[in-house]
Nanobody, 118 residues
Framework: QVQQVESGGGLVQPGGSLRLSCATETPFTVAAMGWYRQAPGKQREEVAV???????NIADSVKGRFTVSGDYAKNTVYLQMNSLKPEDTAVYHC?????????????WGQGTQVTVSS
C-alpha cells in the first residue's frame, strides 16, 4: 500500500517563497520523484523531477526560481519556490515513480493549492 502526504501550500504575495514537501510510504523502490501543477484553464505542466541518482530537470517557466531536492532514504521530495509570481498559482501535485524502465508506475499526491496574490 502506498501513502503520500503533501504539505506546504498556501497564500503568498508576489516575490515571496514557499516550500512544498511530499512524503511517500511505499514498499517499492522509488526511481524518481517530482511535481506537476494544474492551473484553471491550463494544461497540466511538469514543474520539476529528481531521479534516484540525483539528476534533476526543471521547467523553463520556473528555472532559476524553483529548486527540487529529494531524500530517497525517506522517499520525500521538496520543491523550494522563490520569487513567486501570480502565474505560479495552481494546484501542485507530487508524484512518486516506482518500477523500472518500461514498467514504471506513478503514484500521485492529493495536491496542494499555491496562490500567489497581493
Amino acid at each position: 500500500q502506498v501513502q503520500q502526504v503533501e504539505s506546504g501550500g498556501g497564500l503568498v504575495q508576489p516575490g515571496g517563497s514557499l516550500r512544498l514537501s511530499c512524503a511517500t510510504e511505499t514498499p517499492f523502490t522509488v526511481a524518481a520523484m517530482g511535481w506537476y501543477r494544474q492551473a484553471p484553464g491550463k494544461q497540466r505542466e511538469e514543474v520539476a523531477v529528481i531521479t534516484r541518482d540525483g539528476n534533476t530537470n526543471i521547467a523553463d517557466s520556473v528555472k532559476g526560481r524553483f529548486t527540487v531536492s529529494g531524500d530517497y532514504a525517506k522517499n520525500t521530495v521538496y520543491l523550494q519556490m522563490n520569487s513567486l509570481k501570480p502565474e505560479d498559482t495552481a494546484v501542485y501535485h507530487c508524484y512518486t515513480r516506482t518500477g523500472w524502465p518500461g514498467a514504471y508506475y506513478d503514484y500521485w499526491g492529493q495536491g496542494t493549492q499555491v496562490t500567489v496574490s497581493s
